[in-house]
């Protein structure tokens, strides 16, 4: 089966790409979302093998940064169950689980950033959710001509 490529949106400052290298085995849960749409495509369509680019969001210079390979394919959320956890919900139920997260792996670092402007200003990719008016979906899929057009921008330099 081909992998499918995704965008997973991080504000640095709370996990960052270099966050992830540095993580036990370079690998952590994608935990936190609430958003349904997102959470659909982490529990429905997200896959192992399934190839990301790692973006940094809500900071000064948004970019894409690296990538990441996922590891395990979707599972609860038992954050949502931890009353001490920042992403507690008390709606959700172990039992019926409302969130879902994927394992993720580092698989790459770039060597500059690929920012939004220059995302922005590539023909090729002006379909990008990401660009898409009204777009802020934390986890949003990515066609491969595109995932492979932004790792080509980051090895140019």
Known sequence: MNPSFWL???????YSIDDLRNAPDQTTCWEGVRNYQARNLLRDK??????????????AQPAVVGTAIVV???YPDHHAWDTRH?????????????????DVQFES???RPVTLAEIRATKALAKME???KGSRL????VRKTEFDRIVQIAERM
Not at 8 to 14: A, G, L, Q, V
Not at 46 to 59: E, M, P, T, W
Not at 87 to 101: A, E, T
Request: hydrophobic share 30%; net charge positive.
């Open 8 to 14: 997973f949106k991080s504000e640095p400052e709370t």
């Open 46 to 59: 997200i896959q192992l093998g399934d190839r990301v680019l790692f973006y940094h969001s809500a900071c």
């Open 72 to 74: 395990r394919e979707g």
């Open 86 to 102: 920042h992403y507690f919900d008390p709606k959700s139920d172990p039992g019926n689980p409302r969130w879902f997260m994927v």
């Open 109 to 111: 670092k770039f060597s």
């Open 130 to 132: 990401l660009l898409r």
């Open 138 to 141: 934390s986890i949003q899929p």
